[in-house]
Nanobody
Framework: QVQLVESGGGLVQPGGSLTLTCAASGSIEGIRLRSWYRQAPGAERELVATITSDGITKYSDSVKGRFTISRDNGKNTINSQMDSLKPEDTAVYFC?????????WGQGTQVTVSS
């Protein structure tokens, strides 16, 4: 069994920064942490950022230039450095990983951007 646990969410003022971390634990052999998603109230879950095994990154247009996804293979974690946060970034953020073809999701961490 694999568990993904997100941390680092919280309340921040517009223009501020947060760093989210997703850690994998359990039977993690072959796990590939790949992406961050987010889901705002009343909205569908949307892809925010992805990092491939080769370290290639992709971002949604809404966060490009403000968010940076990175991976620490030694720690089996991925991070999302989020800068210049806006109220519309308010959402629950989830990390996503694959073990073979089996998908795993974390429980999510709340990010609230408000003055």
């Amino acid at each position: 069994q694999v568990q993904l646990v997100e941390s680092g969410g919280g309340l921040v003022q517009p223009g501020g920064s947060l760093t989210l971390t997703c850690a994998a634990s359990g039977s993690i052999e072959g796990i590939r942490l790949r992406s961050w998603y987010r889901q705002a109230p009343g909205a569908e879950r949307e892809l925010v950022a992805t990092i491939t095994s080769d370290g290639i990154t992709k971002y949604s247009d809404s966060v490009k230039g403000r968010f940076t996804i990175s991976r620490d293979n030694g720690k089996n974690t991925i991070n999302s450095q989020m800068d210049s946060l806006k109220p519309e970034d308010t959402a629950v953020y989830f990390c996503y990983g694959l073990q073979g073809f089996v998908p795993y999701w974390g429980q999510g961490t709340q990010v609230t951007v408000s003055s």
